[in-house]
């Protein structure tokens, strides 16, 4: 018989772990999976805009606010899917060596270079950052020539790839997708607020198969894969 | 690097990529043509605002072109929910959107190309025509396009590569869905989010050059063919 | 019967001229470089709308700025022979003939296809694209592509202007075989005397913008013997 | 919706916007011009790979031109490094490199308006030229260059409009820095991103295109003054 | 002195030619269209490369296939006007004079700006455009403007071809002071036997790329009373 089709939107960061689940779903013949990956933004602006989604999984609460004020999400059907932490990166080559905490020597460490990190205007990992950064008491120090401030994660990941920054501020699951990074030290969890990657049904497609997906997102089986790929599973 | 290596997953965005870019050549090459040939054979008050407005998708990051897409042929939006209804058409999260996007975004380059090519054609020979009989519609078919087939087709080969490169409102438009919509730019994109994943980016880049470089090539060839034809 | 009156201000230039032909027969327009004769010419085929005046042909007004009747080219049935030729590029010598005549309105066509060939000589230039032909060449088929269109009126502007001596005395050979079979009336546009008394019937002299004289070909003949022709423009 | 409320930090992305397309149109019509002649007079082995060459931006994403950038001419780059020893110039995170990144997409689009009317230019004029005693650099100058001025100018007009909405390549070279390399489309695309910005985002939008709408009027007016000296 | 032996392969065309003066003066090439005029008086120019050959122009070698010589057009102080003209459209007549003068070598110049402007009456036109000069006034300002460039030779490729009878006379005038004039060679294309019975010295029959025949002036004149030179293409 025809499998049903759930059609899931998640972000960009979500990527590698959202297709082996999708691909463990359907091959366990369930239904057929189809995911969509962009930014958090984009996608919740088209489920706006009537794409006919059924699972929506947001990289931070602020999209799937914008939804829910639309009343565009399936009544109860939201939940904290996942975390993530955020961390302090360098180039694999860097020898800065030490502890996020507060007041930690973050300018020096800069040593006149900038921190990339995502435009807390608008991405949410540049959000968090901001807000951790401040709790630590080191934001006031950044000026606009400490900073530069990425499209997105993977933008600021490439700056401190490429060495153009000695420093940055990224979740642990990007960090872990490059061999050319490597994490200085995890920021502490009380420093900013969780990180969480809200899932939700669209209203109107809560259908039994997407009912059934959103129920294997939160599976032992799934939380092995967001694991794997550096998530805190929820 | 073997750029040979590509993956089922990277063949389907490169069927789908010309897919996609052939049939947004192929749905504006009409209306470029008749925009073009207004362009270059007519004067009316507002030909310069009709000029801006052809030119906006050239100037307006693809990002925008893209949510303004979104908002119009959107299922929701004014002349997308029309569309829907009264034709069952629908763009979003479907190759004929991905299409759309392009289309709209190379639309400018096609027009400037065919624009040229046909303001150098003779208006002399256009008179000849006429008092041979021909009306302007006929003029034009058998006259103006078959002399500005060079132009047309340097503008479909231009049209067709920016196609192919385009992510910006193809992603912002139809989202990004494997066989549908995810396109060799977006597969592009999506192949950096994933560890290891700048080879696949960087074989894809090579896979993007070469299918444009080679229809530029083709289109050249094609070109001066018919260039000697006609001195011939 | 063909008539025209027409007037128009062209830059500089105040056009008024007034002519016209009631038998088949050539009209030659004769006047220096300037004088207004292609503009009267493009008028006439439609190309150029006049500021006032009337063109009648065969009973019916192609123009008339009482009335407001302006046809398009299309519509005239006035076969135009181009200074410069205008040759369709892109289509073969046959495919050029072809293109009028194969537009023509049923019932209104009299030009024969092989007749019109053979009488310019044509054949042997059929399958050839018109880059490939010399100037005389080109001329000829012009002529021939608007014979074919059948029209009522021909008119030729200066066809013998672009060629050297050797193509003007081929091409002046056929139109003057064309000359003794037409039943229509020409306007053959000219500043060379030679070609005039070789061809004309009548003359029209043009100079800035007005008709200056209107002479038989006997009276033109005469006219250059005695000199005065030069001075309106001729060699 | 008053879209002359626009905020300080908006006004700066203006200005900064305006100087970047105007910095990356001054530094490459050189290039430009030099290349358009090259292509539209010379003939020489490997000319089709030059001519694709400087169509590959037009025909790569954005995002991954301005990654190349960043790979090539960054602080650590081939390129990059060597330019910032010698010379201490620096791109990162500058408003120099944003000028760079649009540039190098406005390349295309530039060169081939200029060598449209250069091949436009009667080469019986330069053969004119040249008999009477001027150089190929001369006849470059003074004969060429002149008659080529209006697709000079459009070519500078078309560049600097697409200039103006350059997003991808920027934003992933020089990174997103108020006062440096926030430009227009970088605070559009900022705006877009935040729930309820599409306000801002449209004001911005509007902005874009009626910048973008202005160069072309103008290069229009002043092409056809050109054509009229040209004639008279 | 002023010598040229040319070959060059130009489609079908085998083109083969030699002639030379050594005095100052006008020598025709004379020839039915397609004959080799323009592309032996390009040759000279140096706008075309032949395929061997040599030109030579007092004492020395503008190009020689022998020793591989092959000055480029600047360098060969040889004054061209063209069928057409070809006036920068872009510069005032005055411009245009000036255009080869300012580049003429120091020492080298013999050409008198006032002179040359009084010579070809020049002096209402300074100050317009070339797109609002008649085709004669055009062909006087191109000669001008060849002339201020001081050169040793002097190719004029059929430069009243395009004009009508009235301003044939007048350019045909100018040139006729001119000849009185000059100490250079002048080579002069046509195909009007009355332009060369009007200034040629000299002239040499050019046939499908290769000399026909060499005339004096006299012979020429008794040559066209015969009716000869018709068929060799003129008029
Ligand atoms: N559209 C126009 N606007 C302004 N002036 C014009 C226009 N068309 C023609 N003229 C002017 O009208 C005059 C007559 O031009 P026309 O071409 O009819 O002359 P002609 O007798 O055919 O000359 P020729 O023998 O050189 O072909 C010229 O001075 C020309 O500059
Ligand atoms: N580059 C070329 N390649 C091939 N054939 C050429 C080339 N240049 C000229 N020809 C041919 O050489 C012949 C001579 O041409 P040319 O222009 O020299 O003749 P001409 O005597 O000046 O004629 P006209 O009186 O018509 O100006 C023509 O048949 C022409 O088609
Ligand atoms: O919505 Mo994302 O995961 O910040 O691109
Ligand atoms: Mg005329
Ligand atoms: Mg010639």
């Known amino acids: 018989q025809q499998l049903e089709t759930v059609t899931v939107f ?4 979500t990527t590698n772990a959202m297709t082996d689940i999708a691909n463990a779903y359907e091959a366990a013949g369930k239904a057929k999976v189809v995911c969509s990956f962009a930014s958090s933004s984009t996608l919740a602006k088209q489920i706006a805009n009537g794409a006919p989604v059924h699972v929506f999984l947001s ?20 939940i904290d899917l996942l975390g993530n932490q955020l961390v302090l990166i360098a180039p694999v080559a860097s020898t800065i060596q030490g502890e996020v905490k507060p007041g930690f020597p973050l300018t020096e460490w800069l040593a006149g270079g900038r921190l990339a990190m995502g435009d807390p205007d608008h ?5 968090y950052a901001r807000e951790a950064l401040t709790n630590l008491g080191v934001w006031p120090q950044l000026g606009p020539d400490n900073l530069a401030l990425a499209a997105n994660v993977r933008a600021a990941l490439a700056l401190v790839e490429r060495d153009e920054a000695p420093l940055g501020v990224v979740y642990a699951t990007d960090a872990a997708i490059s061999d050319k990074v490597r994490v200085v030290a995890a920021f502490p969890a009380d420093s900013h607020k969780p990180v969480v990657y ?8 809560d259908t039994v198969a997407a009912k059934g997906f959103a129920e294997f997102l939160r599976s032992e089986a799934a939380a092995e894969v967001f694991k794997k790929y550096g998530f805190v599973v929820k | 690097m073997d750029i040979f290596a590509l993956g089922p997953a990277e063949w389907q965005a490169i ?18 043509i008749a925009v073009a040939w207004i362009l270059a ?38 002349v997308g929910s029309w569309l829907h209804d009264v034709f069952g058409l629908n763009f979003m999260f479907d190759w004929k959107g991905a299409a759309v996007a392009s289309a709209v975004v190379a639309f400018p380059l096609m027009v400037r190309a065919i624009r040229q090519s046909v303001e150098a054609v003779d208006v002399g020979l256009e008179q000849a025509a006429r008092t041979l009989g021909a009306g302007r519609w006929r003029v034009f078919l058998t006259i ?3 002399l500005a087939l060079p132009g047309v087709l340097a503008g479909l080969v231009l049209a067709f590569a920016r196609g192919l490169g385009e992510f910006g409102a193809t992603i912002t438009f139809v989202s990004n869905i494997p066989g549908q919509t995810r396109t060799l730019p977006l597969a592009l994109y999506s192949a950096l989010q994933a560890p290891g994943g700048e080879e696949v980016a960087a074989r894809l880049c090579v896979v993007a050059m070469v299918l444009a470089l080679g229809a530029l090539l083709a289109s050249e060839l094609l070109s001066r063919r018919l260039a000697a034809r006609l001195g011939g | 019967m063909f008539l025209a009156k027409l007037r128009k201000r062209l830059g500089e230039l105040d056009l008024e001229v007034e002519f016209c032909r009631d038998a088949p027969g050539v009209t030659a327009l004769f006047g220096p470089s300037g004088a207004g004769k292609t503009s009267v010419v493009g008028m006439l085929a439609g190309l150029t709308r006049p500021d006032a005046g009337r063109v009648e042909l065969d009973g019916r007004a192609l123009y008339d700025s009482a009335t407001g009747v302006n046809l398009p080219p299309e519509k005239r049935r006035v076969g135009y022979v181009f200074q410069e030729g205008r040759l369709f590029p892109h289509l073969s010598v046959r495919a050029n003939l072809r293109y009028g005549q194969r537009l023509t309105p049923p019932g209104q066509a009299w030009a024969d296809f092989e007749q019109v060939v053979e009488m310019l000589g044509l054949e042997p230039l059929l399958r050839r694209r018109p880059g490939r032909l010399s100037g005389g060449e080109k001329q000829r088929v012009a002529i021939g592509r608007a014979l074919l269109a059948s029209p009522r009126l021909l008119l030729l502007d200066e066809p013998l202007a672009s060629l050297d001596a050797q193509r003007k005395d081929e091409v002046l050979h056929y139109l003057g075989r064309l000359r003794g079979r037409m039943a229509i009336p020409v306007i053959y546009v000219s500043h060379q005397p030679e070609e005039i008394v070789a061809l004309a019937d009548a003359v029209v002299h043009i100079q800035a913008g007005r008709v ?24």
Do not use: C
Not at chain 1, 66 to 75: G, P, R, S
Not at chain 2, 17 to 29: K, Q
Not at chain 3, 214 to 233: I, K, P, T, V
């Open chain 1, 123 to 127: 991405v949410p990992v540049g959000i």
């Open chain 1, 59 to 78: 990289a931070n609460p602020a999209w799937m606010n914008y939804l829910a004020q639309k009343k565009l999400l399936a009544e109860g059907s939201r």
């Open chain 2, 144 to 146: 103006i396009l078959p």
């Open chain 1, 198 to 205: 809200p899932v939700a049904l669209i209203a109107g497609r």
């Open chain 2, 41 to 78: 054979r007519l004067r009316f008050p507002g030909k310069t605002l009709l000029d801006g407005l052809v030119h906006l998708p050239l100037v307006v990051p693809p990002v925008v072109t893209g949510y303004l897409l979104l908002v119009i042929l959107g299922r929701r939006g004014v």
């Open chain 2, 15 to 32: 069927r789908l990529s010309l897919w996609v870019a052939l049939w947004a050549v192929a749905g504006s090459l009409g209306p470029a």
């Open chain 1, 10 to 13: 998640a972000a960009a960061s």
């Open chain 3, 212 to 235: 200056t004289a209107r002479d038989s070909l006997e009276l033109f003949r005469r006219r250059l013997a005695a000199g005065e022709a030069h001075s309106a423009g001729g060699a």
